[in-house]
């Protein structure tokens, strides 16, 4: 067992003639921020959140139709017109909201790895990038939640925001009070989704890393957790973006970590790849859509462009996580066994928690639907769908628990984005087989599995409305 871990790296002393001068990482960071400096696609979307209105851009797709909820089940084919360009539209919602509370979580490790680089010394333009990046992603988190909002009140009036079981009888109403409460509903529609930690992994991780005690050089420390201990702050431990894959212990270990070695501040960059990937597989698809519609000539929803230009901005943030993890940790000495297995614990967790499964109703997304069938129901017994219990419960059975259009969609999407991991993880050398191979990732792109595990939740939801 691990008991004492020193953090050791032979190049963290602070520099200001860094050794790493004249490095390709270096020159490219360069390059990329002066070319995020001049760019003006933050104003852009700016401008495109302040002339949002639902009502203008609410009868046209914002995407071809596939990046809709339910696209490819049953009841999307029986969907009338008006029903699938509001499924559309939800899907735009609920994705981005989730893109906001992620990217929070980015501004807050962006501080706290920043930290480490800055007292590090040598990584002055990469330090100011991430500054710029930061600022950036509060526009971008404003824009979403500006247009998320107005959509999702649009569309679904208060079963969005308010108690979704007001329109319901008594008896389901106190069976559904039961089993979950409302959050949920409004957590479904933030994209907030619940991880469960109860593994036995989780559990012998967490026995083990008790016993850790990280002793870091003091030049190395984070000034942003310096600021927290000298106000007697706790460590943040935020619930919703993807930093949810951790539980809430492994949060707090992840940015004492994070912020208190240089190699463990790069690796960082890993998982925010990661999410820097998954949001591109959609974006780009919302990008070529604004492309066709542009060479048509025709119009272009607000919500479509404001997809492109974040494409456009995130594209600078994603070659400063890829140049980050990638090529910068090799500036500093090789990971000592605790840095090691931190770096390749956050890739396995999100593995785990991001990556593990297929949903049936949410393309682009790969957990079972576990978590999202309270808010199918909801949104069918909605006035968008305005359905009976036993009905609702008749069309989430068949989009659900049976095969369709839908589970091989998204296993086209799962298959781009895990070749895309593998390639990345394929370039780092000390990251493990489960990781360098996706292996858990691999595991859940399976539409029989989905639909196993639906099949179970499935059951375990209909009876919670019998009980
Ligand atoms: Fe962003
Ligand atoms: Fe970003």
Not at 374 to 403: G, N, V
Request: with cysteine.
């Amino acid at each position: 067992m691990i008991n004492d871990v020193e953090v050791q790296n032979k190049n963290d002393q602070p520099s200001t003639q860094p050794e790493t001068q004249g490095k390709k990482h270096l020159i490219v960071t360069e390059i990329n921020y002066r070319n995020n400096s001049e760019s003006d696609y933050t104003e852009k979307i700016e401008q495109l959140e302040k002339s949002f209105n639902y009502s203008d851009n609410s009868n046209h797709y914002w995407s071809k139709p596939e990046l809709s909820i339910l696209y490819g089940t049953p009841l999307y084919a029986e969907a009338s017109d008006s029903q699938k360009i509001a499924l559309n539209h939800i899907y735009w919602a609920t994705q981005y909201s989730q893109v906001a509370a992620s990217e929070a979580n980015t501004i807050l490790f962006n501080d706290v790895t920043n930290g480490v680089f800055l007292n590090i010394g040598g990584y002055d333009t990469l330090c100011k990038e991430l500054e710029l990046e930061s600022s950036q992603e509060r526009h971008h988190i404003h824009a979403f939640h500006t247009i998320s909002y107005k959509t999702k009140k649009a569309l679904l009036g208060k079963a969005a925001f308010s108690t979704p079981l007001e329109t319901q009888s008594k008896t389901v109403k106190n069976q559904l009070m039961k089993k979950s409460s409302n959050q949920d509903v409004q957590k479904f529609f933030n994209f907030d989704w619940l991880i469960s930690s109860s593994s036995a992994l989780e559990d012998s991780v967490f026995r083990l890393l008790k016993n850790i005690r990280l002793k870091t050089k003091a030049h190395c420390y984070s000034d942003y957790l310096n600021e927290l201990e000298k106000k007697e702050l706790f460590l943040p431990a935020p619930r919703t973006g993807i930093i949810r894959v951790f539980p809430r212990y492994l949060v707090r270990l992840f940015i004492l970590s994070w912020g208190s070695s240089s190699f463990l501040a790069s690796q960082y960059y890993c998982f925010r790849y990661i999410a820097n990937m998954m949001l591109k597989l959609v974006e780009y698809e919302y990008t070529k859509y604004s492309r066709e519609l542009e060479k048509k000539d025709e119009f272009i929803p607000t919500p479509t462009e404001v997809s492109r230009y974040h494409l456009l901005d995130e594209s600078f943030h994603t070659t400063t996580s890829r140049l980050i993890a990638q090529d910068m940790y090799k500036d500093f000495s090789q990971p000592t066994d605790y840095e090691r297995f931190m770096g390749n614990l956050s890739v396995y967790m999100a593995q785990k928690g991001l990556l593990n499964g297929l949903s049936g109703g949410l393309p682009a997304i790969f957990q079972d639907d576990s978590c999202f069938i309270l808010a199918y129901y909801t949104l069918l017994r909605s006035p968008l769908f305005d359905m009976s219990t036993q009905d609702a419960l008749h069309w989430l059975k068949k989009c659900l628990c049976h095969e369709h259009d839908g589970f091989h969609v998204n296993l086209k999407y799962h298959q781009r984005l895990s070749t895309e991991l593998r390639h990345f993880f394929s370039q780092i050398d000390y990251i493990w087989s489960v990781n360098r191979e996706m292996r858990l990732m691999s595991h859940g792109g399976s539409i029989t599995k989905a639909i196993q595990k639906n099949i179970k939740s499935f059951e375990q939801f209909s009876k919670s409305l019998e009980n």
